[in-house]
């Protein structure tokens, strides 16, 4: 009964929580990366208690992968050396993270999954509870199998409606980003739903939740549907690794905190400019702007449709040449798929690098680093001073759409001209 | 007694120690870059027992723990701000770092006004002005694990259970 958090929560527990209880959960996976698990280690040195399940410690190499410097290469020395030790079965070096969970099964409807990486949130799109902590939590749910939550209390953001050619779910996003502020769901679960979201295949069900830490929020939910099983269920893994049936999960006689409903319709592509995530204006506005380098990357954007729209915009065109122009596909997955149907063609006949799987260029530390003065505009979910390198670089967040046709022409563009 | 250093709202955990410097995870070396971009002078001239006031949402974007190892290095005494990134908040309790969420003190605090804080009542006293506030009192289980100095010498000495009285099932 409640909210879809209030929901999840329920009957993990077994019993009605509302918003606002303490609870311990049991937790379903427990997520971190070669970023955040070195600390997770340490950590579990010094609780110096043993591991408490090993089926639920999922382990990526994603965030420098392979390793970009000697450190890097130790922090995977020890990750290595961690899961031979102690004989944990999931180890992955085949992408993001966020992706490999989905891809590979972790994620299912009503699952507590918890991750040493903001962006955990994502596993909301498919009705999981994900929520991003640190590694020292990370460490003693390794140990205790558990985690205690506050129940949040839930913001309904309700869309309608469809978007004109050429404006995407990352533009809604973006969209919500600039209306709620960086600050905007502190502490709370946001419930994206409406005819909106129900028409919207998986993959941009994903930009919601992914997104939905840059308003703070502690998950993004979005109901479990038709939809959510019957893509779990062209993924064997999924069904091989759920503990439970695959089932629908809905709110059930919700009380919303706050209820926010908004149509879609008239929406017109977007841009999160310079230098916050809520900086967010219509792309008319910056059009124009000189950029210096393009990507194409990233667990928001960077899965097989995106790269298709992307492919599609730079068939038989050569980017501009003032741009470098990177392409990272999400998974190794997504990679071989792009490969098998010519994209990965598309790109370098354009002009693009293409990299290996991973966050790549996301963080500035493997690849794709900006210099001093330069402006990036990436399918990204963040845009921090410094994240991809100099603090005096800029960042602006959009859709891949706008992307491809901002590396043809080296400023931002409006994609609509192209279609 | 402490100095109080000021900063503004929506402070990120990339602004808090930029994430190039997270290759290390040692105290005094993550405090020497601390916040080196929004303020260059802080991590040079902080004292141990100097204060951090922020604005709102303190703490806010990436997981990383380095932001509060990074603040901890630095010595200061503890962090008062209007409000804290969920992360954030669970990490500075898991890890041990005092942190205060009262706004009316943020609002009454200059930079480099000499505060005193009493970590066990929440009072603020700002020697400067003369001005006191009483912080937000935290949840019980959060105090608990604070006063243990963090969850890890928490766990070394009590079941997990018990941080929940009753209310853990399963
Ligand atoms: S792609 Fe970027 S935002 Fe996503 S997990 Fe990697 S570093 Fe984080």
């Given amino acids: ?419 | 007694m402490g100095k109080a250093w000021t900063f503004g709202d929506n402070m990120n955990t990339d602004e808090i120690i930029p994430g190039r410097f997270n290759i290390t995870t040692d105290p005094q070396e993550l405090a020497r870059n601390a916040f080196c971009e929004v303020k260059p002078e802080f991590a040079k001239n902080v004292r141990p027992g100097d204060v951090i006031v922020a604005g709102q949402n303190f703490g806010c974007g990436s997981s990383r723990e380095h932001a509060v190892i990074a603040i901890k290095g630095t010595q200061v005494k503890c962090v008062i701000a209007s409000s804290y990134a969920r992360i954030f908040f669970r990490n500075a309790v898991n890890l041990g770092l005092p942190i205060l969420e009262c706004p009316e003190a943020v609002a009454g605090i200059r930079e480099g006004d000499e505060v005193e804080v009493d970590l066990s009542t929440g009072l603020i006293h700002n020697l400067s002005t003369g001005a006191t506030f009483q912080a937000r009192p935290l949840p019980e289980f959060v105090l608990k694990i604070a006063e243990a100095g963090g969850i890890i010498q928490f766990l070394k000495h009590h079941d997990f259970q018990e941080l929940m009285g009753q209310t853990g099932k399963k």
């Avoid at chain 1, 149907?341 to 500035?364: H, M, R, S």
Wanted: with cysteine; net charge negative; glycine share 10%.
């Fill in chain 1, 1 to 419: 009964m409640g909210t879809l958090v209030e929901e999840i929560f329920s009957r993990k527990t077994g019993r009605t929580v509302k918003a606002g209880d303490i609870i311990l959960v049991d937790v379903d996976y427990i997520m971190s990366h070669d970023n955040t698990t070195p600390l997770a280690i340490k950590a579990f040195r010094e609780i110096g208690k043993p591991i408490y399940d090993k089926q639920r410690i999922v382990l990526h190499l994603d965030h420098a992968y392979p390793a970009p410097n000697i450190l890097a290469a130790e922090n995977h020395r020890k990750i290595f050396d961690f899961v031979k030790e102690q004989d944990l079965p999931y180890l992955f070096t085949q992408g993001i993270c966020h992706q490999v969970m989905i891809e590979e099964g972790f994620v299912t409807p009503g699952a507590v999954i918890i991750g040493a990486d903001s962006h955990s949130n994502t596993y909301g799109a498919l009705g999981a509870f994900g929520t991003g902590l640190g590694s020292t939590e990370i460490a003693v749910a390794w140990v205790t199998g558990k985690c205690w939550f506050k129940v949040p209390e839930t913001i309904r953001i309700e869309l309608y409606g469809q978007t004109q050619p050429g404006v995407y779910a990352k533009d809604v996003m973006l969209h919500l980003a600039g209306l709620l502020g960086m600050n905007g769901a502190t502490y709370r679960s946001v419930e994206f739903g409406g005819e909106y979201i129900e028409n919207l295949p998986i993959h941009e069900r994903i930009i919601f939740s992914n997104m939905s830490t840059e308003i703070g929020a502690k998950c993004g939910l979005i109901a479990a549907d038709e939809v959510t099983i019957k893509y779990l269920t062209e993924q064997t893994p999924a069904l091989e690794r759920t503990k439970r049936p695959l089932e629908a999960i809905q709110p059930h006689n919700p009380r919303y905190e706050q209820l926010l409903q908004i149509d879609v319709s008239d929406l017109s592509p977007q841009v999160a400019c310079h230098p916050d995530v809520d900086n967010v204006k219509p792309l008319q506005e910056v059009e124009g702007l000189e950029i210096h380098q393009v990507f194409i990357g990233t667990c928001t954007n960077a899965r097989y449709e995106d790269l298709e729209i992307v492919a599609s915009l730079l068939r038989g065109k050569r980017v501009h040449p003032g741009v470098r122009v990177i392409v990272t596909p999400a998974s190794q997955r997504i990679y071989k798929k792009a490969m098998q149907n010519g994209l990965i063609e598309t790109f370098i006949d354009a002009g693009c690098v293409v990299t290996n799987p991973g966050c790549g260029a996301c963080i500035g530390r493997h690849g794709g680093v900006l210099a001093p003065g330069e402006r990036a505009l990436t399918t990204m979910n963040r845009n921090f001073i410094g994240r991809m390198g100099s603090p005096q670089a800029e960042i602006y967040l959009a859709s891949p759409a706008t992307a491809a046709v901002t590396a043809l022409t080296g400023r931002i563009t409006d994609p609509r001209r192209y279609l």
